[in-house]
């Protein structure tokens, strides 16, 4: 590049002027704002953060825990109870039509 010599002293002034700029620091008061900001961002929305409370684990792992030993205990009854054997005989005496026409 073909520049003169007054476009070249004001571009080393102008990068030595950058260079000597100090980096700037936040006030407190920034920070905590942030950093508030950024917790009020990652933490559950009021609507679900009831359901990750450990009482509330708890009293829904109890209530898994009861339905199932209620579905094994009516399960167990079920299968206890004797089994209602219809015999052919029983079906067909107590559906068979009676020969008299005027029985009802």
């Known amino acids: ?3 003169d010599k007054h476009t070249q002293d ?3 002034q102008t990068m030595r002027s950058i260079d000597s700029i100090e980096r ?3 006030r407190p008061f920034f920070v905590t704002r942030a950093e508030a900001r950024l917790d009020r961002l990652q933490t559950l929305p009021k609507p679900l953060s009831w359901a990750f409370r450990p009482t509330t684990m ?3 792992l109890s209530l898994i825990v009861l339905l199932n030993l209620l579905t094994v205990s009516f399960f167990q009854q079920y ?3 004797p089994d ?3 015999t052919a005989d029983q079906f067909t005496a107590d559906w068979q039509p009676n ?3 005027l029985s009802w």
Do not use: F, K, Q
């Open 84 to 86: 209602p054997a219809v």
């Open 79 to 81: 299968l206890a109870r």
């Open 10 to 12: 004001e571009i080393d």
């Open 1 to 3: 590049m073909n520049l």
């Open 24 to 26: 700037a620091t936040p």
């Open 58 to 60: 708890v009293l829904a």
């Open 99 to 101: 020969n008299d026409p």
